[in-house]
């Protein structure tokens, strides 16, 4: 397999993620989203849980291809490069939390539910801003599982992963810290570093809202591990010369971790919210008999006019995310008058043509896919310049 033609199917199954995330980040009302399109309360798997483990997935994959074009060499330049990316990309985390919260703010100034101190407290002082998330957490596992993967024998990494799910494991068990609670290790690692004001809020199942961060700290170990295991998907990718025993590598690699996680799952459950150790075999596996489909499909058999929807997300992921990520605030909180009361743009859109055109939850639907397709529409104009934005 050419690796041109392996970058294509990454690219199709990066940009599938990146709509995925979109998609479910933005329907119409949360109050009507089809059960496949929302997280799982607690425990188990739905199909949007698998969305953010691919891209980290795919991430490992990309590191192990990039990286084998210098020889795995760890230079003074490679770690200033690296650290830059990741800063950045925290930093990007952070300023759209703080872009999201100031106009929040700003808005309940306006509604007389805030005041100018208060404002200028929340907005300059940070003290409520949360300070971790999904950008910032691609930023610390890409950054850890890129040291390690340079700087020990390659032969080791599975042991190493092995190892980091094992001792999450025990410390999850031995601190009984398998539910949502302020108790958990999760929660009181995060707060006392963090503080609960800087911290997402949760809903337990009686329904009290706590500060419990499902980026949090601790779950940012087992994120390392599932970036390693991308990483070493990619080594499975690049041994063999033939294209038919490549795909057979990751496909035999995808079903071993998938049989292992569901295995596991009866002793540590799979759970997204704390990224359990068999969470991340389970989504490490899933992603691979995935990433083996669309290898097939594109590189063996040629079907790949249908791809291009997906390669317009997949070659620009970041800046799409980011994109979507922008417009969602935006559409969230630019404020309209509408017959005696105040809705958000978004709210307007939703009530006044899809939902009664299309009813409750298709018309939900039909608001996130509408949404997708703005952003869509940015990164084909991207794909078809060729204009590629990188950190």
Same mark, same amino acid.
């Given at each position: 397999?050419q690796?041109?033609?392996?970058?294509?199917?990454?690219?199709?199954m990066?940009?599938?993620?990146?709509?995925?995330m979109i998609?479910?980040?933005? &329907?119409?009302?949360?109050?009507?989203?089809?059960?496949?399109?929302?997280?799982?309360?607690?425990?188990?798997?739905?199909?949007t849980?698998?969305?953010f483990?691919?891209?980290?997935?795919?991430?490992?994959?990309?590191?192990?291809?990039?990286?084998?074009?210098?020889?795995?060499?760890?230079?003074?330049?490679?770690?200033?490069?690296l650290?830059?990316?990741?800063?950045?990309?925290?930093?990007?985390?952070?300023?759209?939390?703080?872009?999201?919260?100031?106009?929040?703010?700003?808005?309940?100034?306006?509604?007389?539910?805030?005041?100018?101190?208060?404002?200028?407290?929340?907005v300059?002082?940070?003290?409520?801003?949360?300070?971790?998330?999904?950008?910032?957490?691609?930023?610390?596992?890409?950054?850890?599982?890129?040291?390690?993967?340079?700087?020990? &024998?390659?032969?080791?990494?599975?042991?190493?992963?092995?190892?980091?799910?094992?001792?999450?494991?025990?410390?999850?068990?031995?601190?009984?810290?398998?539910?949502?609670?302020?108790?958990?290790?999760v929660?009181?690692?995060?707060?006392?570093?963090?503080?609960?004001?800087?911290m997402?809020?949760?809903?337990?199942?009686?329904?009290?809202?706590?500060?419990?961060?499902?980026?949090?700290?601790?779950?940012?170990?087992?994120?390392?591990?599932?970036?390693?295991?991308?990483?070493?998907?990619?080594?499975?990718?690049?041994?063999?010369?033939?294209?038919?025993?490549?795909?057979?590598?990751?496909?035999?690699?995808?079903?071993?971790?998938?049989?292992?996680?569901?295995?596991?799952?009866?002793?540590?459950?799979?759970?997204?919210?704390?990224?359990?150790?068999?969470?991340?075999?389970?989504?490490?596996?899933?992603?691979?008999?995935?990433?083996?489909?669309l290898?097939?499909?594109?590189?063996?058999?040629?079907?790949?006019?249908w791809?291009?929807?997906?390669?317009?997300?997949?070659?620009?992921?970041?800046?799409?995310?980011?994109?979507?990520?922008?417009?969602?605030?935006v559409?969230?909180?630019?404020?309209?008058?509408?017959?005696?009361?105040?809705?958000?743009?978004?709210?307007?859109?939703?009530?006044?043509?899809?939902?009664?055109l299309?009813?409750?939850y298709?018309?939900?639907?039909?608001?996130?896919?509408?949404?997708?397709?703005?952003?869509?529409?940015?990164?084909?104009?991207?794909?078809?310049?060729?204009i590629?934005?990188?950190?």
């Amino acid at each position: 397999m050419q690796a041109t033609q392996r970058l294509l199917a990454l690219d199709v199954m990066r940009g599938i993620t990146i709509a995925g995330m979109i998609l479910v980040n933005n &329907p119409g009302s949360w109050s009507y989203v089809y059960t496949p399109l929302g997280h799982a309360a607690w425990d188990g798997l739905t199909p949007t849980d698998l969305v953010f483990p691919f891209f980290m997935f795919i991430m490992g994959i990309s590191m192990y291809l990039s990286y084998r074009k210098f020889d795995f060499r760890f230079t003074s330049a490679t770690f200033v490069k690296l650290l830059r990316r990741s800063v950045l990309l925290f930093l990007i985390g952070l300023a759209l939390g703080w872009l999201a919260l100031s106009w929040r703010q700003w808005n309940a100034l306006e509604s007389g539910g805030q005041t100018w101190a208060g404002l200028w407290s929340s907005v300059s002082t940070l003290t409520d801003l949360r300070i971790l998330g999904v950008l910032q957490r691609l930023a610390l596992v890409s950054f850890f599982a890129t040291l390690i993967a340079l700087s020990v &024998p390659q032969k080791t990494i599975p042991w190493l992963i092995g190892v980091i799910l094992l001792a999450y494991w025990l410390l999850i068990g031995l601190t009984d810290s398998y539910q949502m609670s302020p108790d958990s290790i999760v929660a009181v690692v995060d707060r006392t570093i963090l503080g609960e004001s800087h911290m997402y809020r949760d809903t337990m199942a009686d329904g009290t809202r706590i500060a419990f961060d499902p980026e949090g700290i601790l779950s940012t170990l087992p994120g390392i591990a599932h970036v390693l295991l991308g990483f070493w998907a990619g080594r499975l990718l690049s041994e063999k010369n033939d294209t038919r025993e490549q795909l057979q590598s990751l496909m035999l690699f995808g079903t071993l971790l998938l049989f292992t996680g569901l295995l596991l799952q009866y002793g540590f459950p799979i759970n997204k919210k704390i990224w359990s150790s068999s969470f991340v075999l389970t989504t490490c596996g899933m992603g691979s008999l995935l990433l083996g489909v669309l290898v097939y499909a594109i590189d063996i058999r040629g079907a790949r006019r249908w791809s291009v929807f997906f390669e317009s997300f997949g070659i620009n992921p970041m800046a799409i995310y980011v994109l979507g990520a922008l417009l969602s605030i935006v559409a969230g909180n630019i404020l309209l008058p509408v017959t005696g009361s105040i809705v958000s743009l978004k709210s307007y859109l939703y009530t006044h043509f899809y939902q009664p055109l299309l009813g409750d939850y298709p018309g939900s639907l039909a608001f996130a896919l509408s949404f997708v397709m703005v952003c869509w529409l940015v990164g084909h104009y991207l794909y078809k310049k060729k204009i590629y934005i990188k950190l």
